[in-house]
């Protein structure tokens, strides 16, 4: 770090990093975390990314943005699976992600690529570039171990440290890609402590309306109060929401509902008491840093796990394990928000928060871990 500092200080050209996020609100918000961490650690950052999902440039005024064309579709948008767009942006990226990274290397030197592991066509590109990579997994270490032999890659050398929870370690400027509407907080801090369940299913989970039915349902019956995040293109065949006859009536009340809430700092608010989650990592980790007991729906990928470590590993949650059904969907909320279980469950939650923070502080594992890091890329 201090030779960061020292060719800063002398005007010397500082290390040179190019940045290349995945499109996705799960991906793009610890890559951009992390880019800021590392910018403030002295690097200069080119942050190349798709025109699908762009950052906001106006975030982050000392990156230079690089973007890409990646040939996505209005339609593919709305009605494509995301794992298939995956697959597209792997196979339309490459060349013009080449492209730029070549133009970006006659101006200069480049001392790594970082990338999220899911655009795995970075590796032909920095191969053919002789550039070194490293790769951000935004999941847990826990998904990585049983997705791709932890210890293996242990062994060879290729994985010694993740940085995490970025969340806390360097919250940096908003990266929704949505709007986010913050009327919510005016309702919240309308709410008594520690009432509210606060239900969102992430960036890309979809429903049918069977399950909307049932998810509202649930919630009207379980008398708590909710606020409730529908985002737009959730519900398959409907670009509108329509909630069933007399929901809004029984619960006008005691509910809001926003297409994409400030998600952080609903969690922080005093009056939230629970998170009815699809237990993406970023989700997760927001939750557990805030304190907030999680109820749990996974939806596909890392999810399944995730919500197996919350609920029966550290049991900090209540997993639904019959879909979406209104019954149990209120008896999970009551079990969680109201019978004494649940203030076992929130006690937990609070030492594994606390556990968390210690991470990141000075000396903790995170803390050395991103030192590590700056290590590694010094060394390349
Ligand atoms: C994806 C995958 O689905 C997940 O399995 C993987 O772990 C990370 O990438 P996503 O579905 O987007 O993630 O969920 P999650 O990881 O929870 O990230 C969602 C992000 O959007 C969070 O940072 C959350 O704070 C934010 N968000 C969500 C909002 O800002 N507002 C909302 O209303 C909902």
Redesign the pocket.
């Known amino acids: 770090m201090e030779v960061l500092r020292d060719m800063q200080i002398q005007g010397t050209k500082v290390p040179h990093l190019v940045i290349l996020p995945l499109p996705?609100?799960?991906?793009i918000?610890p890559m951009l975390q992390l880019a800021t961490l590392l910018q403030s650690k002295g690097f200069s950052i080119t942050l190349i990314h798709t025109h699908f999902n762009s950052p906001n440039p106006s975030n982050y005024p000392n990156f230079n943005f690089e973007p890409i064309p990646d040939g996505l579709s209005d339609s593919q948008l709305w009605t494509e699976d995301p794992v298939k767009i995956l697959y597209f942006l792997n196979d339309t990226c490459q060349a013009p992600f080449h492209d730029r990274l070549s133009r970006l290397l006659s101006d200069g030197p480049v001392t790594c690529i970082i990338t999220d592991e899911i655009f795995y066509f970075t590796k032909a590109v920095a191969d053919q570039l002789k550039l070194p990579r490293i790769l951000l997994n935004?999941?847990?270490a826990t998904?990585a171990t049983t997705t791709a032999s932890l210890k293996l890659l242990q062994q060879n050398g290729l994985l010694s440290i993740t940085v995490g929870p970025l969340?806390k370690f360097s919250p940096g400027s908003s990266n929704?890609l949505?709007t986010?509407d913050y009327s919510c907080m005016a309702w919240l801090d309308k709410q008594a402590p520690q009432t509210v369940i606060y239900v969102?299913?992430?960036?890309?989970?979809s429903f049918d309306k069977r399950n909307v039915v049932e998810i509202a349902w649930g919630l009207a019956n379980s008398d708590q109060p909710f606020l409730w995040?529908i985002?737009r293109g959730s519900i398959h065949g409907h670009d509108q929401v329509e909630l069933p006859e007399g929901f809004e009536e029984k619960t006008r009340e005691r509910g809001q509902i926003?297409n994409?809430?400030?998600?952080?700092k609903?969690l922080a608010h005093p009056s939230v008491g629970g998170f009815w989650?699809?237990?993406?990592?970023?989700?997760?980790l927001?939750s557990i840093c805030e304190g907030v007991p999680m109820i749990c729906s996974p939806?596909?990928?890392?999810?399944n796990l995730?919500a197996r470590y919350v609920s029966h590993v550290w049991r900090v949650g209540i997993q639904l394990e019959n879909g979406f059904d209104r019954s149990e969907i209120e008896w999970a909320i009551r079990r969680l928000m109201v019978e004494i279980e649940g203030k076992d469950i929130r006690e937990r939650v609070r030492d594994l928060k606390e556990n968390a923070m210690h991470c990141i502080e000075k000396g903790g594992s995170s803390y050395e871990s991103l030192d590590g890091l700056v290590d590694i890329i010094m060394s390349l």
């Open positions: 996705f609100q799960g991906h918000n935004t999941g847990s998904y969340c929704s949505l986010q969102s299913f992430g960036s890309t989970a995040v985002r926003v994409w809430a400030p998600q952080q609903v989650t699809h237990n993406g990592w970023n989700s997760t927001e939806y596909l990928w890392d999810q995730n």
